[in-house]
């Protein structure tokens, strides 16, 4: 089976920097990634790793340790409009099923 | 445009009436998907289809069929609904080799009494 573990919820303040930790227990792993969903909306892709290390895009990077089952998600030069939920997810060597974790609301204040 | 679409939006229903919600995609994508989302549980897998006539199941299939006749279509079928199926439902789509990049639908909110 898979378990995925985030926060349920952080708080930041415009202009900081969250991280959003992401770990993972998977029989079977080919790869991690990150969505976006803002309330109301569907949720909309933000970002993939499949090695180990850092991807960066514009103020979203995302990091994955597969020995440690470990990713996050840091988000740069906060603005109003990250205020959203970001939704870890992995997906399975064996066939295409994707297991989606419970999701971290980050609000985003003045 | 490149979309999603899923119908109906909104839906009432009473337990046991069958129904469907249906799911198109332009964008001559491989992969379709159904999830529901549930407070506190996030997203959850209910079917996945590789290509026409391919199709399995997520991580909870329980009360739901699906069918591929045709790469734009995957509908959802609730045979005899149960409000323990009440929920929001997105459809999305893929290309078969970056299943990790999901274009979803806009969403189904169901309400089964």
């Known amino acids: 089976g898979q378990n995925i573990d985030q926060p349920t919820e952080m708080t930041a303040t415009e202009g900081a920097i969250v991280q959003i930790n992401c770990t993972y227990q998977t029989s079977g792993f080919n790869g991690l990634f990150w969505y976006q969903q803002h309330a109301g909306e569907a949720p909309t892709f933000l970002s993939y790793n499949v090695l180990d290390g850092l991807e960066e895009k514009g103020r979203f990077s995302s990091f994955l340790s597969r020995s440690k089952g470990y990713s996050y998600l840091l988000l740069k030069e906060l603005q109003m409009k990250d205020s959203a939920s970001y939704l870890c997810a992995v997906i399975k060597a064996a066939g295409n099923k994707l297991t989606f974790g419970g999701g971290t609301r980050v609000l985003v204040k003045p | 445009e490149a979309q999603v679409t899923q119908n109906p939006r909104y839906l009432i229903t009473v337990t046991g009436k069958k129904l469907t919600v249906t799911c198109s995609q332009n964008m001559n994508h491989e992969y379709m998907s159904w999830y529901r989302q549930d407070p506190g549980l996030g997203l959850r897998q209910i079917y996945y289809s590789m290509n026409v006539e391919v199709t399995d199941k997520g991580d909870v299939p329980e009360g739901y069929k699906v069918s591929r006749k045709e790469k734009r279509n995957f509908p959802l079928i609730l045979e005899s609904p149960s409000p323990n199926q009440t929920s929001l439902y997105f459809c999305?789509?893929?290309?078969?080799?970056?299943?990790?990049?999901?274009?979803f639908g806009p969403g189904t909110r169901l309400t089964v009494t």
């Open positions: 999305a789509s893929s290309l078969s080799d970056r299943v990790y990049e999901q274009y």
